[in-house]
């Protein structure tokens, strides 16, 4: 399953609008052989009734990309508000009109090839594609328990978003797929629950939601923080942050995935047993429409969630 199109032809380039071509890195970038970047994901939310494209969380994104970059120790010159304006305006340039996402990069692109973080020349590009279709089944997902585990923080920083960290969560969505599965859960190295390859995970036992804390080896996401949101204003009681053991994934009555790409998704089963009945539950239902809404503004809760993309008249 790909829902992405085939990518939009503008790419800004350390602050310039340059055509897809211009933006390749050399076959000796550094973090070609070595990983060695950051990058983010961002949504874009086409509104047809408002004829206007809305940004999900730039802010937050962006905010999440300078710490990424304050962690490895690599120059990002444009504040937040900058990165904002030059998505929107790349956005624009591109006359997107659909659901997009944002792919936000800054990469070691010197052809250096020693190891190492510093004295490399480094770039930040923002490049965009269309996301048509859903990257998780909105009906229902089949998880495994990968065989592999989180990278602990100790070996990658899990609050940096780094380009190198995605092999393991690419090797856990690869074993899961070619097992007859959609999506794959990891733990920690200890054995608690972390995360999906690219999505957080938070479990209901009755009323009760929860979710790993950001010490489990997670990265913290943007829609987790908001499904949190929206899950304490409906259930008028906060998400537990908690360690969750792997066997609470074979009794909980309902988990959600949730991420940029995935927005919300509802698993409906994990290593063969059912989640509740099997079926995507009505509060998962609810969650995913709800993001949606506030995020394309067809809800009025959550405003400053989203930043329209053009000026109006
Ligand atoms: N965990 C990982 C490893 C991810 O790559 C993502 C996607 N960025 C998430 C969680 C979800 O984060 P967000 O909601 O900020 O997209």
């Known amino acids: ?19 897809r071509s211009e933006a390749a890195v050399d076959i000796h970038a550094h973090v070609l052989s070595y990983g060695t970047g950051t990058f983010e994901g961002i949504r874009a939310y086409w509104n047809p009734r408002h004829e206007q494209l809305y940004l999900s969380e730039a802010v937050g994104h962006f905010e999440r990309l300078h710490r990424s970059a304050r962690i490895l120790g690599l120059p990002l010159t444009f504040s937040v508000a900058e990165l904002v304006e030059l998505t929107r305006e790349l956005l624009r340039a591109n006359e997107v009109r659909g659901n997009a996402y944002v792919r936000p990069i800054l990469l070691q692109s010197g052809a250096v090839l020693p190891v190492r973080l510093h004295d490399v020349d480094v770039r930040l590009s923002i490049a965009v594609t269309p996301v048509p ?29 780094v380009v190198g960290s995605y092999v393991g969560p690419a090797l856990a969505k690869t074993e899961a797929v070619r097992a ?83 927005t919300v ?17 009505v509060p998962g239902k609810q969650l995913r429409a709800d993001l949606w809404a506030i995020s394309a503004r067809d809800d009025d809760r959550h405003p400053e969630w989203t930043t329209p993309v053009y000026e109006k008249g």
Request: aromatic share 6%; glycine share 10%; net charge negative.
């Open 1 to 19: 399953m790909n829902p992405f199109g085939a990518p939009y032809p503008l790419v800004n380039v350390d602050g310039r609008l340059v055509d």
């Open 133 to 161: 279709g859903d990257y998780l089944a909105a009906a229902g997902v089949r998880c495994m328990v990968s065989t592999w585990r989180r990278a602990p923080d100790v070996t990658t920083p899990n609050r940096a978003k």
């Open 180 to 262: 007859g599965f959609d999506e794959a859960l990891m733990l920690t190295v200890d054995g608690f629950v972390a995360e999906a390859t690219t999505a957080n995970v938070l479990m209901r036992f009755g009323d009760r939601w929860s979710t790993p804390p950001g010490t489990d080896d997670i990265l913290e996401g943007i829609t987790r923080a908001q499904v949190m949101t929206l899950l304490a204003e409906s259930t008028g009681t906060p998400v537990v942050e908690r360690r969750i053991h792997r066997s609470e994934l074979y009794c909980a009555d309902e988990i959600v995935l949730c991420g940029t790409a995935a």
């Open 265 to 281: 998704a509802s698993v409906v089963e994990v290593d063969g047993r059912t989640v509740g009945d099997g079926t995507v539950g």
